[in-house]
């Protein structure tokens, strides 16, 4: 463990996780609770699917605590997990996402006044308004940053299928926040 670069609250909270203290894994759980709910719901169609991938996430967590080995951001290795846990839920239930073709040179712009007028819920209360491929697609790239073959790997879709949902997705989210303001 080096002792600058890890939180020793957290240290000491993973420690007794992983012995199985369950007031411990209640505080890890209420500790990031919160960024985790925000990221499963930008992942679910609703608020129930959301609290299952959450909880899902966390006993994933909890089964693999033992492996983290604070060699980075406790923070960022719970999200990962979050983060799979979701992609899992999208490909246990769209087994096969929708494929669209679509005219590569056409522009996507929203001008940056407009995106300035709109709240962070509103926006993502658009995003939650996209079907689930392109929302899955649009999350994977644009907020975690993922790359289109990596996207393609984790999904079990083409690279070319992923670039064309994500184009489709901003489609929709601009027609969506035009019409909003």
């Known amino acids: 463990m080096n002792d600058e670069s890890i939180n020793k609250d957290d240290y000491l909270l993973v420690q007794k996780c992983i012995k199985g203290d369950q007031l411990a894994q ?96 509103d926006i993502i209360a658009c995003i939650n308004k996209l079907p689930a491929g392109y929302r899955t697609i649009f999350n994977l790239f644009v907020i975690e940053g993922f790359s289109h073959k990596e996207i393609s790997e984790k999904l079990g879709i083409s690279e070319g299928t992923s670039k064309s949902q994500l184009f489709k997705a901003k489609l929709f989210l601009q027609e969506m926040i035009r019409k909003m303001v």
């Not at 500790?31 to 299952?52: F, P, Q, V």
């Not at 846990?85 to 056409?106: F, G, M, V």
């Open 26 to 121: 209640k505080q890890l759980f209420n500790k990031y609770y919160k960024i985790m709910m925000g990221i499963c719901l930008r992942y679910a169609h609703d608020r129930e699917e959301a609290k299952e991938i959450l909880q899902e996430g966390f006993i994933k967590v909890f089964r693999y605590i033992e492996q983290f080995k604070f060699e980075g951001n406790l923070l960022s290795w719970i999200k990962k997990i979050v983060v799979n846990t979701a992609i899992d839920n999208y490909r246990k239930l769209n087994s096969q996402p929708e494929q669209i073709s679509i005219e590569p040179n056409i522009s996507i712009e929203i001008e940056d006044n407009i995106i300035s007028k709109l709240s962070n819920d």
